[in-house]
């Protein structure tokens, strides 16, 4: 709080320097000496000032001095400075102690050298210039200062809300600013208007203290009357900060939350995981119980399991949780959690019941083994029975197709397209991971059924001589039938695609004018019996018109092949004149093999030995020349 002369001396430059002001402009007047002085200025801590003190007009001498006002109204002279002509010669008579020392610049301006809060002072200018006369002025500087990050501490113990008084909420603490702040508090981002006065729903406490520096801290403790909506709310205060030239600051403490103490009012009993949308869990799955109270802190929980009306105590703990290690069926009934909260109102509900539904299937069992064996055309029941909770559906399939929802499979008059696997699957809609099945393999016993593929890729009656056929049989039966050929060469029996029991056997041969004659069979036969098939050609016919085809084929190309030798060797002999006219023409020599009509001898072969035995004996260098 600053002193009340040192206001007064604010308020008074101001007239000061009007009524210099009026004097100098008054005519006639003695005092002549006008000032030019700030009368308040604003700096931040640490900052250099200057402030400016200027006779107005123009003054061959004057003396001017800087004074500083203490609270008690008492002027110590800091500086002075006086004027010759055009220089000023200045002096520092007293600087308080201050560290830097104030100083004077070439005009006559109090310089003070970073500026501490002890410098918020009045500063009087007072200028003498003789017979002009006498004037004086004050100056108020205000130093601010941005107070340190601001700090709370919360009440870390736990608070009852069942108390009917304020308990202390926090204190917050703003250290080293200038001049003191201003703290407000806050609830979930609101402004709580809390009084300075004391009362039983809320109050706060402020106190400031000036620091060693000069600096000014400011302390603040909030009291509230707390109630259990207050749980999960969030609290913080807030220091606001003055600034130069009217500017305002502000810094935000961290929010923190209170520990609580209330009584519980409501109780929550589930099954956790794993369960069904109908409350069933299976059998020999781990269980989880969980059970929760909406009191802080945590109240003691005891489980328990109803069994004739009487509670079997099965664990008591602070978590609220119970699991029940791979369930049985014989677990299945009431269970139970209760709160042991002894500051819940008398009519809280404070115990909650479930019931445990163990879902279950034990294996199938049919009337029959894996394995059953019908002779062909008989008929027969099988059933499927299962015990189960809930009651299971059952449902017959053979090879994935289904066949009824029936405990019962009825078979009549079977074939080999009844044989198969037959499957019973017992299922629950309620707990769809919880199935089982049971299946056994249908065999039916008869003789050989025959199912031969025809000859292609011709019908009977097309073929020819050396033609090749595939002939393909197919069997099926019980015991598994085999397969034989009247020809050697067929492929041993392996099941054919499609399934259904078929075996298939292969044979691969040429079609001959025998076969034609007598056909091909394919046999399959079982203990029960055996089935043939004959394959028929018809009429085969001989391969002559093609032997024919194929012989003059082979003359036009022995034939091309000598035109194109005769060219070759008269081109190499192209420099004996006649050769090759009598090559044409004439006849060979005597002795020499004629050229075979039927083509069977090679014609460069044939001139190349005569021109090296009998020509080249008889006609030296010219034996080919003889054979143009």
């Known amino acids: 709080m600053e002193p009340p002369d040192a206001r007064a001396g604010a308020r008074g430059a101001p007239r000061l320097l009007v009524f210099a002001l009026l004097l100098g402009a008054h005519p006639g007047a003695k005092a002549e000496v006008r000032l030019s002085v700030p009368p308040l200025v604003e700096v931040m801590r640490g900052e250099p000032v200057t402030l400016d003190c200027t006779p107005l007009g123009a003054h061959d001498h004057f003396v001017l001095e800087w004074f500083l006002a203490d609270r008690s109204g008492v002027r110590h002279r800091l500086a002075s400075a006086e004027l010759h002509g055009t220089e000023l010669q200045d002096k520092v008579h007293d600087s308080r102690g201050r560290s830097p ?112 520096s000069g600096l000014l801290s400011l302390t603040s403790t909030l009291y509230l009357r707390l109630h259990k909506a207050d749980r999960d709310a969030s609290f913080h205060c807030s220091v606001h900060y003055r600034l130069p030239t009217g500017r305002h600051g502000r810094l935000d403490s961290p929010s923190f939350r209170l520990t609580l103490h209330y009584p519980t009012e ?71 959690c209760r709160v042991e909260d002894y500051d819940a109102a008398e009519d809280a509900e404070l115990s909650k019941t479930l019931e445990l539904h163990v879902a279950y299937l034990d294996p199938l069992e049919l009337s029959t083994g894996e394995e059953l064996s019908l002779p062909l055309g008989n008929s027969t029941t099988v059933n499927c029975s299962v015990r189960g909770l809930p009651t299971p559906a059952l449902r017959w399939t053979k090879d994935s197709v289904p066949l009824g929802d029936n405990p019962t499979l009825s078979l009549r008059s079977i074939t080999f397209d009844s044989a198969g696997t037959y499957t019973c ?118 391969q002559t018109s093609q032997a024919g085809v194929a012989v003059m084929a082979v003359a036009v190309s022995v034939g091309v092949l000598l035109f194109v030798v005769a060219a070759f060797y008269c081109m190499r002999r192209k420099g004996q004149p006649g050769c090759c006219r009598r090559g044409e023409k004439g006849s060979p020599p005597p ?35 003889d054979e143009c």
Not at 316 to 325: A, D, K
């Open 425 to 542: 699957e017992a299922s629950m809609p309620t707990v769809p991971v919880l199935s089982r099945t049971r299946s056994f393999k249908l065999l039916v016993q008869g003789p050989p059924e025959l199912r031969a593929e025809e000859t292609q890729p011709k019908a009977e009656g097309s073929w020819r001589e050396g033609d090749e056929v595939r002939l393909i049989c197919y069997a099926r039966g019980y015991p598994e039938p085999k397969l034989s050929w009247s020809q050697l060469g067929g492929s041993l029996a392996e099941p054919a695609p499609g399934g259904q029991g078929w075996v298939s056997s292969s044979l691969t041969l040429k079609v001959t004018s025998a076969l034609s004659r007598d056909g091909i069979s394919c046999e399959a036969s079982n203990p029960y019996g055996n089935d043939r098939h004959v394959f028929h050609f018809g009429t085969v016919a001989p």
């Open 101 to 212: 020392p104030y100083q004077l610049d070439s005009r006559g301006r109090l310089v003070l050298a970073e500026a501490q809060v002890g410098d918020e002072r009045d500063y009087v200018c007072l200028v003498r210039a003789g017979a002009a006369g006498t004037a004086e002025a004050t100056a108020r500087l205000n130093v601010f200062a941005k107070p340190e990050a601001t700090e709370v501490s919360p009440n870390r113990g736990t608070l009852s809300v069942m108390e009917d008084f304020a308990q202390e909420i926090a204190t917050c603490n703003s250290r080293n600013g200038n001049p003191a702040p201003q703290i407000t508090w806050y609830r979930n981002g609101q402004r709580l208007e809390v009084p300075m006065e004391v009362n039983s729903e809320g109050y706060m406490t402020s106190r400031t203290v000036r620091e060693a």
């Open 266 to 336: 409501h109780v929550q009993f589930w099954l956790g995981s794993p369960s069904t949308t109908a409350g069933w869990v299976r059998e020999g799955d781990s269980v989880q119980l969980f059970c929760r109270g909406d009191g802080s802190p945590n109240p003691e929980y005891t489980f328990f399991r109803l069994q004739d009306k009487q509670e079997d105590v099965l664990k008591t703990n602070l978590e609220g949780n119970l699991t029940l290690e791979g369930v049985q069926r014989s677990q299945s009934g009431t269970y139970g």
């Open 591 to 625: 002795g020499e093999p004629e050229l075979s009509h039927s083509g069977s001898e090679r014609p460069e072969q044939t001139g190349l030995l005569v021109g090296s035995a009998s020509g080249g004996a008889r006609h030296g260098s010219r034996g080919f020349g």
